[in-house]
């Protein structure tokens, strides 16, 4: 068994906060760059679905225009591995960022760098921004 090891990426975004945190923060905004399908149910448990996998999570924190945290739900996985998405604004240039805090085996960590690089292209095609 692999190893889970955290990670933090950064991404410099030219967007409206609000915009940003919309794509972020709602079922609907992430089926738009994340997952090709997003779907919750009533005990607020979203399946996130990729071709021919799927997964489980639950928005376990969030505070509006700042961050999200769901935590996937997986037999094996230890509670402490989550998914954050958190938008930073530097406070002396105003330049905007998304932090992803995500968590992968070791050996899949360049993998997993790379996955998330195309999905923030993706995400900024959606929202018409542009890195930084």
């Not at 919309?22 to 071709?51: H, R």
């Not at 999570?57 to 997986?74: A, D, F, P, S, T």
Request: negative net charge; contains cysteine; hydrophobic residues 35%.
């Amino acid at each position: 068994m692999s190893c889970y090891k955290k990670f933090t990426l950064e991404y410099p975004m030219k967007s409206s906060i609000k915009v940003l945190y919309e794509f972020i923060s709602t079922p609907q905004g992430l089926a738009e760059w994340f997952a090709e399908e997003i779907t919750i149910d009533k005990e607020g448990i979203m399946t996130f679905k990729w071709y021919d996998s799927e997964i489980k999570g639950k928005l376990m924190q969030k505070k509006e225009n700042e961050y999200v945290r769901i935590q996937w739900i997986k037999e094996h996985d230890h509670p402490s591995q989550f998914l954050e998405l958190r938008i930073n604004i530097e406070p002396l240039s105003n330049d905007l960022a998304l932090i992803v805090t995500d968590f992968c085996p070791s050996d899949e960590l360049e993998d997993q760098k790379d996955l998330w690089d195309a999905s923030i292209a993706n995400l900024l095609r959606r929202i018409g921004g542009n890195y930084a």
